[in-house]
């Protein structure tokens, strides 16, 4: 009978470490599917933020390239009105026809 009740004893203490084990591996298997989980969503967002990133350096070059082409388009309208006005003076004072 000693031994019954050494076991006894031994017992409710050993069932209730398995049982806070128990309780502790699986918050612990939580906390690592939680954070896999946040893990891959962090990886996500960074993709997200840098292919956003990249689309914004392309979008500002493509302005810039249009202010440049802007530019450019103005400078030749400004040419051409300067070399129409050249003809035009060139033709009243050769007295030549130049309309067509």
Same mark, same amino acid.
């Given at each position: 009978m000693n031994n019954a009740?050494? #076991?006894t004893n031994w $017992?409710?203490?050993l069932a209730s470490l398995i049982f806070v084990a128990g309780?502790?591996?699986y918050t612990l298997d939580?906390?690592?599917d939680d954070s896999a989980a946040l893990k891959s969503k962090v990886e996500n #967002?960074?993709?997200? $933020?840098t292919q956003?990133?990249?689309l914004e350096v392309k979008v500002e070059q493509v302005?810039?390239?249009l202010e440049k082409m802007e530019k450019l388009l103005e400078k030749t309208i400004e040419i051409q009105q300067i070399q129409m006005a050249n003809q035009a003076a060139i033709c009243q004072a050769t007295q030549a026809r130049c309309s067509r």
């Amino acid at each position: 009978m000693n031994n019954a009740i050494k #076991i006894t004893n031994w $017992l409710a203490p050993l069932a209730s470490l398995i049982f806070v084990a128990g309780g502790g591996w699986y918050t612990l298997d939580a906390v690592a599917d939680d954070s896999a989980a946040l893990k891959s969503k962090v990886e996500n #967002i960074e993709t997200r $933020l840098t292919q956003q990133d990249v689309l914004e350096v392309k979008v500002e070059q493509v302005e810039l390239r249009l202010e440049k082409m802007e530019k450019l388009l103005e400078k030749t309208i400004e040419i051409q009105q300067i070399q129409m006005a050249n003809q035009a003076a060139i033709c009243q004072a050769t007295q030549a026809r130049c309309s067509r």
